[in-house]
Nanobody, 123 residues
Framework: QARLVESGGGLVQPGGSLRLSCTAS????????IGWFRQAAGKERERVSC??????RPYYIDSVKGRFTISRDANTVYLQMDSLKPEDTAVYYC??????????????????WGQGTQVTVSS
């Protein structure tokens, strides 16, 4: 199973920052496009961002553009989250993804989900 491990979550005040990390131990993460997803209480899991493998082409949903930055090195994918808002509160997951041409086809996850990491933005 292509299971990834998320870390870096925590409790921050509005306007604060967190940096999430996504790693894998049983396969080469660098061979895959990787996406970040989040699931807030009472809501469906949604796309946040993804990044391709070779070109490192990023994708962001509109609500995080200008605030979140996705990046990667050989074995880790990061999500730098700045100017956090209460509506960013969710469990954040990473997954290998497929990427397509249209917006609908971007950041489509496959494989199994890990435990995620909790991000809470509150005063």
């Amino acid at each position: 199973q292509a299971r990834l491990v998320e870390s870096g979550g925590g409790l921050v005040q509005p306007g604060g920052s967190l940096r999430l990390s996504c790693t894998a131990s049983t396969f080469s993460l660098g061979d895959y496009a990787i996406g970040w997803f989040r699931q807030a209480a009472g809501k469906e899991r949604e796309r946040v961002s993804c990044i391709t493998s070779l070109e490192r082409r990023p994708y962001y949903i509109d609500s995080v553009k200008g605030r979140f930055t996705i990046s990667r090195d050989a074995n880790t994918v990061y999500l730098q989250m700045d100017s956090l808002k209460p509506e960013d509160t969710a469990v954040y997951y990473c997954s290998a993804v497929t990427v397509g041409i249209t917006d609908q086809a971007m950041c489509v996850p496959f494989g199994s989900w890990g435990q995620g990491t909790q991000v809470t933005v509150s005063s």
